[in-house]
């Protein structure tokens, strides 16, 4: 081979190297899907944000629904004592 040759297939070879990509973190492209505050505690990906919404909803929906229980109880009692 001839040395012009090896020298230029080594300055191709290291200039693919220096222009190369760099590879982006698995934390980089999980970041992107993270949704919320940095200073509200661990990340939470978009599903398990959307879980604690219904959740939450749940919660408040079975707490009216008790304060209704508890208020038409109160009224049937309310009603047979004045009967």
Do not use: Q, W
């Amino acid at each position: 081979m001839d040395s012009t040759y090896k020298e230029f297939v080594i300055y191709k070879l290291r200039r693919k190297k220096t222009n190369a990509p760099t590879p982006e973190a698995i934390s980089a492209r999980l970041a992107t899907k993270v949704t919320g505050n940095i200073n509200s505690g661990p990340p939470l990906l978009g599903s398990a944000v959307a879980i604690e919404v219904v959740v939450a909803v749940a919660v408040e929906v079975g707490l009216a629904m008790d304060v209704a229980l508890e208020v038409a109880i109160a009224l049937e009692v309310a009603i047979v004592v004045v009967v």
